[in-house]
C-alpha cells in the first residue's frame, strides 16, 4: 500500500463518503490528501426531503454545502461528473476534466431511478434524482402545467416504496404553496402485488389505511411501460390519466458504474466484501446504494450508507497504514419513519407501528442532528 502522499478520493459525497469527509475534517490521515468528487457542490439529504415538501423545512435545509465542507477539511473538491474508474491505471475519468489518479477510491454515486421496461416523452415526468435539482425540476413542471386549463391536477407516482409513499403525503402541501389551492388526485402504480416493500406487517396495513383516507388511489401488480403528456401507459394495456409523473421507481447503477470494470450484481451495483472493498480491489470500496456486499443481503436505504460511515472511515485509515480493516456488520432491523406531512410520522420498529406527532419530532430531531455534523461556522 502507498506510504506518503497517499491520494484518497471520495466517488460522490452521498450519505458515507460525507462521513468520511466530515471526519476528516476533525482528524486527517497522516501523509495523505483527500480529493472529493461530484457532479453538483452541493450533497443532499433524503430524509429530509418529504419534509422539505411539505413545508416543514426551508429549502435547502436538505443540502450539504460541499465547498465549505471540503474548505474546512482542506481537501481538494472536483465539481464535475465522473465518467468511469480506470481501475488498472488507479484513475477516475471525466468527460471534461482531466483523468484523476487515486491510491485509494471509494464509490459513493448513490444510485438513479429504476427506468428498466419504461421510456418517456420529453419533459413527461419528474424523476426524484439527481435529487439536488428535484425541487426546481418539479417547480418548473408545475408551471406549465399552470399555464393549461384544468379542473384538477392529476397526479402520478411510479414507485410504490417508501420513497413514493413519502412522496404522496407530502406533495399536496407543496402544491398548494405553487399552485394555490388547485384540485388534484394522487395515485401510485407500483410492480409489485403490495406497496411498502420493507414495512413490517403491522406498519403497512397503517400506511395503506393513511393513503386511502387522503384519496390516494394505489394501483399495484402492474409496470408502467411509457410516459406521455397526459396519461401513462401500463405493460397491461391500462392507461392511467396524469399530468405530473413522479419517477420514484428502485434504485438502478449509475452511468459510471457501467464504465467501471470491477465484479458487479445482476443490477449492475459492485460486488464488496464485508469490509467494503470491492472484490475485484482491495483499494476500491464501494459504498451506500453504489455496493452490494456479496454474502449479505442489505436494502438500498439511507439508514445503511449513514451507518456504514464509520466503518469505511476504519478501513480507508487502515488501508492507508497497512493495517488489518474490519467488517461492517450490517443492523437485521432498523427504525424506519415516515413522514405523513401533517405533523405526525408513521414509526415502524421491531413490530411496532405508531402514527403520531412525537414520532415526527423523533425523527426531526434524528435529521436536524444527522445535518448540523456538516455545518461549517464560517468565522
Request: overall charge neutral.
Amino acid at each position: 500500500m502507498p506510504g506518503q502522499d497517499t491520494r484518497i478520493v471520495l466517488l460522490g459525497v452521498g450519505h458515507t463518503n460525507a462521513h468520511v469527509l466530515d471526519m476528516w475534517r476533525r482528524e486527517p490521515i497522516a501523509g495523505a490528501r483527500l480529493v472529493c468528487v461530484s457532479s453538483f457542490a452541493e450533497a443532499t439529504y433524503s430524509g429530509m426531503l418529504p419534509g422539505t415538501l411539505s413545508g416543514q423545512y426551508p429549502p435547502g435545509t436538505l443540502e450539504i454545502d460541499l465547498r465549505s465542507l471540503a474548505q474546512a477539511a482542506r481537501a481538494e473538491l472536483v465539481v464535475e461528473p465522473a465518467a468511469g474508474v480506470d481501475v488498472e491505471a488507479g484513475t477516475v475519468q471525466f468527460e471534461k476534466h482531466e483523468s484523476l489518479p487515486f491510491d485509494i477510491l471509494s464509490v459513493g454515486a448513490g444510485s438513479v431511478p429504476n427506468r428498466a421496461g419504461m421510456d418517456a416523452a420529453p419533459g413527461a415526468w419528474v424523476p426524484i434524482k439527481p435529487m439536488q435539482t428535484f425541487l426546481i425540476r418539479l417547480y418548473e413542471r408545475l408551471q406549465e402545467l399552470a399555464r393549461q386549463d384544468r379542473e384538477e391536477l392529476r397526479v402520478l407516482v411510479i414507485g410504490g416504496g417508501v420513497g413514493g409513499i413519502e412522496i404522496s403525503f407530502c406533495l399536496p402541501a407543496y402544491l398548494r404553496r405553487v399552485l394555490g389551492e388547485v384540485g388534484h388526485a394522487i395515485t401510485i402504480v407500483d410492480a409489485g402485488e403490495r406497496i411498502g416493500g420493507g414495512l413490517s406487517p403491522r406498519a403497512l396495513p397503517r400506511a395503506e389505511a393513511l393513503l386511502e383516507a387522503r384519496g390516494v388511489e394505489v394501483i399495484t401488480g402492474t409496470r408502467v411501460t411509457r410516459v406521455e403528456a397526459r396519461e401513462t401507459v401500463c405493460a397491461d394495456g391500462r392507461r392511467i390519466p396524469a399530468d405530473l409523473v413522479i419517477l420514484a421507481a428502485g434504485a438502478a447503477p449509475p452511468p459510471v458504474l457501467e464504465n467501471t470494470a470491477l465484479p458487479k450484481d445482476p443490477k449492475g451495483f459492485l460486488l464488496t466484501r464485508e469490509t467494503l472493498q470491492s472484490t475485484g480491489s482491495e483499494n476500491v470500496f464501494a459504498v451506500g446504494d453504489s455496493g452490494t456486499m456479496a454474502d449479505v443481503a442489505v436494502p438500498k436505504a439511507g439508514v445503511y450508507a449513514v451507518r456504514q460511515g464509520p466503518a469505511l472511515w476504519h478501513n480507508i485509515g487502515a488501508l492507508a497504514r497497512g493495517e488489518p480493516l474490519s467488517p461492517y456488520e450490517p443492523q437485521h432491523d432498523f427504525l424506519r419513519l415516515l413522514n405523513t406531512g401533517d405533523g405526525k410520522a408513521l414509526m415502524d420498529y421491531k413490530g411496532w407501528a405508531v402514527h403520531a406527532r412525537w414520532c415526527w419530532r423523533f425523527k426531526d430531531y434524528l435529521d436536524s442532528r444527522f445535518m448540523a455534523r456538516f455545518r461549517v461556522v464560517r468565522r
